[in-house]
């Protein structure tokens, strides 16, 4: 049982080269995100999908897209990619049906846009 | 804007005390509260949560709530070299979206 699998782990980008990000769960989750982590500013939610079909909007939404390409997967793409995108990428996964129900983690993705 | 705040340490604490993480939060309508642990370079797992005022435990964590204070917080009793790691305090406003605090870093000297 792998839980959420992210690729790729690591990536080095040139100022305005594009990348996507793959996410997939296989615990049959409803709900997915991707969030970005930076020293000092915690976790911060960038996009979230919460059934198939479906995306909305975090905190800090600009310069991503997203889309839910099945129940399984969640990708995030940056389009024009930019120095300040440099950050540590999760993806998670939750069940739906009630508040708060705990979300499970990726193992992150490393990406350092130079 | 809803926040959470955690002091970010770091905070060291011997190996055997109880160390005591502490959690704020804004919004009064906040359901859910949990407690995550990261290790350097890992991503984050869950160690707690609690939805009611009072205390939870969970063999050495104890969770703590009070929402007229607005403020959650975890203890960690026998502290181990291995409970050394960021904990993030994360707050559900009604909906499944988290919202997490910075995070405290906590060592254990040994």
């Known amino acids: 049982n792998a839980g959420v699998t992210q690729t790729p782990k690591f990536q080095v980008l040139k100022t305005g080269q594009s990348m996507t990000l793959q996410c997939a769960q296989d615990m049959n989750h409803n709900s997915m995100y991707w969030y970005r982590q930076d020293p000092g500013m915690g976790l911060r939610l960038i996009y979230y999908?919460?059934?198939?079909?479906?995306?909305d909007k975090g905190e800090v939404p600009n310069g991503y897209n997203v889309s839910r390409l099945n129940k399984r997967e969640f990708s995030l793409r940056l389009e024009s990619a930019a120095p300040s995108q440099t950050s540590v990428y999760f993806c998670a996964s939750s069940p739906q049906g009630r508040p708060g129900n705990t979300i499970y983690f990726g193992e992150g993705s490393w990406l350092t846009v130079v | 804007q809803k926040e959470v705040e955690q002091n970010s340490g770091p905070l060291s604490v011997p190996e055997g005390a109880i160390a005591s993480l502490n959690c704020t939060y804004s919004?009064?309508?906040?359901?859910?509260f949990f407690w995550y642990r990261q290790y350097s370079g890992k991503s984050p797992e869950l160690i707690m949560f609690i939805y009611s005022n009072g205390d939870k435990e969970d063999g050495r964590f104890t969770a703590q709530l009070n929402k007229a204070s607005q403020y959650v917080s975890l203890l960690i009793r026998d502290s181990q070299p291995s409970d050394s790691a960021t904990y993030l305090c994360a707050v559900s406003f009604g909906n499944e979206k988290l919202t997490f605090g910075t995070g405290t870093r906590l060592t254990i000297i040994p």
């Open positions: 999908s919460a059934s198939e079909g479906t995306t």
């Open positions: 919004d009064r309508g906040s359901q859910s």
